[in-house]
């Protein structure tokens, strides 16, 4: 976040874009620096320094295809040991897999640039993997998976890599990123015998709500063009959450095809609920006038350029840690106001609680800024708001994000597995 918002209340990421251009290739490409710097009261620590690469997409005939840009995740042998925390992120697990990881994105607009559309693909060296499809105007996201990755033989062999440590979360049946790395070491042993290569059977379709374009295109575009993009430009455009979606896919080919059960549709479309699959960028600083952003979605403000160097920053939220959190808001809502409902109990993670009371922290941020954002210079010490019904949920939120806090806090440390009441 900005320097406008509490440092304790934040964890700030930074995508420093490299507008540099390697001229030895065919095609250009750009170097994008992701720091990811986690704030606990005063103190300030930097814990993941990521760096890919990306590139226009070259067709058959080795020209770019419009529209098209590939982001290659390369190895990164120091955060290897990384792999085994329970606080990995969804994007930090494809660099740190032995192998070529990537993502192909292809963009849709209208005749004005104007965001329409979005295919990705998830790919493990030349094999794809997952790939969706989302139409912003529509209410459905679609997650296909490779025909090759539900043959018999691909499915035993992520059965034998999946250890069962840090699984799918009963309460919320959202698996976590260690799957992920799980199904990408599984394809990458199995390369050249998944079949053909545009053969993907569907997997989920989603509930999601139609994206409020307001004339935005693709972050993407813009930052991957051959100058050094605007900041006015990228402060009007939208991003693709790659984390929604990782954790969608995986948790969706885990459930079906690993253990061999009825898809949870209603844990994908809670999980899209909170962790949106869009989300938007905005200007801020220098006087900028920042544009609304829908409540409940992610944004990236951009506010620098230091030389030919572009700075993103804002919350990175591991999307299985939120629905854990946003599960039990909901049970909590549930069972307000019946005496008669039983105290909700939950089992915690001693090594997850950092994570979660981020979680906690960022929603209480984005609950208050919604409220300043309804009421605006309305209101004075004079002049109170008027509460709405919307102003009282925010209050409720507000009372289960602060007493979740307190529970975490007051757990014992010397066990790996607590239980916390409510």
Not at 268 to 281: E, I, R, T
Request: aromatic share 8%; glycine share 6%; net charge negative.
């Amino acid at each position: 976040m900005t320097n406008a918002h509490p440092k304790v209340l934040s964890l700030a990421v930074a995508i420093a874009i490299s507008s540099s251009i390697i001229g030895t290739r065919a095609l250009a490409d750009r170097k994008l620096q992701t720091k990811s710097v986690k704030i606990l009261a005063n103190e300030q620590a930097e814990y993941i320094h990521s760096e890919v690469m990306v590139r226009p997409t070259p067709g058959p005939d080795g020209q770019p295809i419009p529209k098209c840009f590939t982001t290659t995740y390369p190895y990164q042998v120091q955060n290897k040991v990384d792999l085994a925390l329970p606080t990995v992120s969804f994007t930090e697990v494809l660099s740190m897999i032995d192998g070529s990881v990537a993502t192909v994105d292809l963009f849709e607009t209208d005749e004005n640039n104007i965001a329409q559309k979005y295919t990705k693909v998830l790919k493990m060296g030349d094999e794809g993997i997952f790939r969706f499809t989302h139409s912003l105007d529509e209410k459905e996201l679609f997650i296909e998976v490779r025909a090759g990755m539900t043959d018999q033989d691909s499915v035993k062999a992520v059965q034998a890599q999946y250890p069962g440590l840090f699984g799918m979360e009963p309460l919320t049946k959202i698996v976590t990123p260690h799957q992920l790395a799980d199904l990408l070491i599984v394809a990458n042993d199995m390369a050249g015998n998944l079949g053909t290569s545009d053969h993907y059977v569907a997997l989920a379709t989603i509930e999601v709500e139609k994206v409020a374009v307001n004339g935005r295109t693709f972050m993407r575009l813009i930052a991957s063009g051959d100058q050094p993009p605007e900041l006015h430009s990228l402060g009007q455009s939208l991003f693709v959450n790659d984390e929604a979606l990782l954790a969608a896919a995986t948790s969706a080919y885990f459930q079906v095809h690993v253990f061999g059960k009825d898809i949870q549709q209603q844990a994908l479309n809670d999980l899209m609920a909170h962790s949106k699959p869009v989300g938007y960028v905005v200007h801020v600083g220098d006087g900028a006038q920042v544009s609304p952003v829908p409540a409940g979605y992610p944004k990236l403000e951009v506010a620098e350029a230091s030389g030919e160097v572009i700075v993103f920053r804002g919350q990175k939220l591991n999307p299985h840690d939120t629905a854990f959190v946003e599960k039990l808001h909901s049970l909590w809502q549930e069972a307000e106001g019946n005496n008669l409902a039983p105290a909700l109990a939950a089992k915690i993670n001693r090594f997850k609680v950092t994570s979660y009371q981020h979680v906690i922290r960022s929603r209480q941020m984005a609950v208050l800024e919604e409220l300043a954002a309804r009421h605006g210079a309305e209101v004075t010490e004079s002049q109170p708001p008027t509460l709405t019904n919307e102003d009282k949920r925010s209050a409720s939120a507000l009372a289960f994000y602060e007493y979740f806090q307190q529970a975490l806090a007051s757990d014992s440390q010397d066990r790996a597995i607590t239980e916390s009441r409510f």
